[in-house]
């Protein structure tokens, strides 16, 4: 019953931004960590930010720190990741993710493609 759906992906030229979002439903979302992966061609898994169940702390990876920030909406369930200056690197598929009852679900992710 769990439900995390991505949205917000998109084609965009280097330095430019995209804002992601994840709509989730089927647990306590409050109570619950939201995270950022991402998966780039040729790449492993990622995990790019964390924010804690009221957003009073979130981390980063190193390769996005400063250009990246993770926040939340509780009320409306939903997990943002808005993501400017954005680099050719940064080309992936993007899922939400979160722990709950000691087990990990995965949205179906959305695609970030950035190129000239």
């Known amino acids: 019953q769990v439900q995390l759906v991505e949205s917000g992906g998109g084609l965009v030229k280097p330095g430019g931004s995209l804002r992601l979002s994840c709509v989730a439903s089927g647990f306590m979302f409050s109570a619950s960590s939201m995270r950022w992966f991402r998966h780039g061609p040729g790449k492993e898994r990622e995990l790019v930010a964390n924010i804690t169940e009221t957003g ?61």
């Open 56 to 116: 009073e702390t979130t981390n980063y990876a190193g390769s996005v720190k400063g250009r990246f920030t993770i926040s939340r909406d509780n009320h409306k369930n939903t997990v943002y990741l808005q993501m400017n200056s954005l680099k050719p690197e940064d080309t992936a598929v993007y899922y939400c993710n979160t722990r709950w009852a000691f087990t990990n679900y995965w949205g179906q992710g959305t695609q970030v493609t950035v190129s000239s």
